[in-house]
C-alpha cells in the first residue's frame, strides 16, 4: 500500500462489478437466448478491454459478465429484502404483512436491467420503508399491530388489520 506495507492476497477472492457496457446491455437485454449473452458478452468485453490497460486485464484470472436479471428475479430478491424489514419489525412487536400486488410494485419500481437490483434497494426505502417508519413515528401503527400493506393506483397502501 501507500505506508510501504505489504498485503497477501493468495486464497482471496476480489469481486469487483463495472457499469461498462450497461449500454450495450440494455440494447440487447431483451433477448434471453445463449446466442444474445454471447454477443452481450463479447461486447461488454470489448469495453472492458476499451477502458482498462492490457497489464491489468491480464493480472486478472477471470472476468465474469453476468445475465441482465429478469423482473421474476427482480421480485424474489425484493421479497429476500422485504423479510430483513419483517425481522426488525418483530424486534418492535409489528408485523408486516405485504400482499402480491404490493410485492410486484416493488419489484416492478425496482427493476432495470442495465443496473440490476441496485434500484431495488432504493425503491423499497422510499416507497416502503420510509412512508412506515413516519406512520410508526406518528403513533398511526404501534407494538402489537399487524400492517398489511397492498398496491392501488401505482402505489403503496398501509392499513393495520
Known amino acids: 500500500d501507500g505506508q510501504g506495507r505489504t498485503v497477501d492476497f493468495r486464497n482471496t477472492v476480489i469481486v469487483m462489478t463495472s457499469n461498462l457496457g450497461s449500454n450495450l446491455i440494455q440494447e440487447l437485454s431483451g433477448d434471453d437466448s445463449p446466442e444474445a449473452y454471447t454477443q452481450i458478452k463479447a461486447s461488454v468485453m470489448g469495453a ?94 404501534g407494538s402489537g399491530d399487524v400492517v398489511h400493506v397492498d398496491a392501488a393506483a401505482g402505489a403503496l397502501v398501509f392499513r393495520k388489520t
Open 48 to 141: 472492458v478491454q476499451g477502458h482498462f490497460r492490457p497489464e491489468f486485464i491480464n493480472r486478472l484470472d477471470e472476468i465474469v459478465v453476468f445475465h441482465p436479471l429478469a423482473k421474476d428475479q427482480i421480485r424474489a430478491i425484493a421479497a429476500i429484502q422485504v423479510q430483513h424489514l419483517h425481522t426488525r419489525l418483530a424486534e418492535r412487536q409489528i408485523k408486516l404483512e405485504l400482499s402480491d400486488g404490493a410485492l410486484a410494485l416493488l419489484g416492478d419500481a425496482g427493476f432495470d436491467p442495465v443496473y440490476g437490483a441496485r434500484p431495488l434497494k432504493r425503491a423499497i426505502q422510499q416507497q416502503l420503508e420510509n412512508p412506515l417508519a413516519q406512520k410508526i413515528l406518528s403513533g398511526a401503527f
